[in-house]
């Protein structure tokens, strides 16, 4: 990475936690076309302990690194990273990175310490991969906002750039754990993008009630989910609630079987995803 800073090519860094889609490829071309030919795109792969939850899916999360370094090398990164847990949190380490604020709402209830994990080891990437341009995707959105806020204040050499969420054919938002999904479920998976859907045409047929979006939402998602977690309508930058503005953030995570999802929209400024 120095060597190649020295040479004068820019970085792109794409942190990732692996069994990757077409989701994470579009974040590393997002990350060559902001770098050019001449930059260097490295990907990160590391299933990172301290953001799950005690009752999370830790151990049983997917890990196929030889397919996805097959992945990463057709998409044309140029280098994959993907320490062990003892390199990333060697024995007493006591840091923790907490996002203050970015971090209360919408995920942060429901799972506990999950943003400082994330944090943590975002500012340990950060660190060791220096000036860069670091790309995330806007399907966590609020991980985007915290990580955006994070860089920003911690004063690192780091651009932090959100990608618009990458959706399969019927809008479901791609992401690693839909494979958790038996086939009714995903097929009950794809009311999702089209509540939000919904919602965003309401929006631009000039609804501006956060309750009464909220409330259409999640009538929709009553059908399918198992449990729901949140259905919120919040301003897009500071994650407060929606008030007022030209755009906003509806933002949802439920359960469909025992697999959580989460999907969003920003109105107003993003196509219906479905
Ligand atoms: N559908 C998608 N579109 C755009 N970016 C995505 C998409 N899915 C994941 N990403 C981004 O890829 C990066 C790495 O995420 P991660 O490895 O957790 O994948 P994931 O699909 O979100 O997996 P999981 O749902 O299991 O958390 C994050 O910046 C995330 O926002
Ligand atoms: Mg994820």
Redesign the pocket.
Known sequence: MEDARAAGRRVGF??????L?D??L??AREARARVGEGGLVAVSIFVNPTQFGPNEDFSK?PRELEGDVERCASAGVDVVFAPDAAAMYPEGEKTRVHVHALSTPLCGPFRPGHFEGVATIVTKLFALVGRSVAV?????YQ??RVLSRLAEDLMLPVEVVG?????EKDGL?????NRYLSNEERAKAGAIPKALGAAARRWNDGERDALALRAMVEAELRAVADSIDYVEVRHPLSLEPYAAGDQALVAVALRIGKTRLIDNVVIGEEPPPA
């Open positions: 794409v942190p990732t936690m692996g069994a889609h989701g994470h579009t974040l999360y995330f995707g806007r399907k966590d991980q985007w990608v618009r969420t990458v959706r938002a791609m992401s690693s754990r």
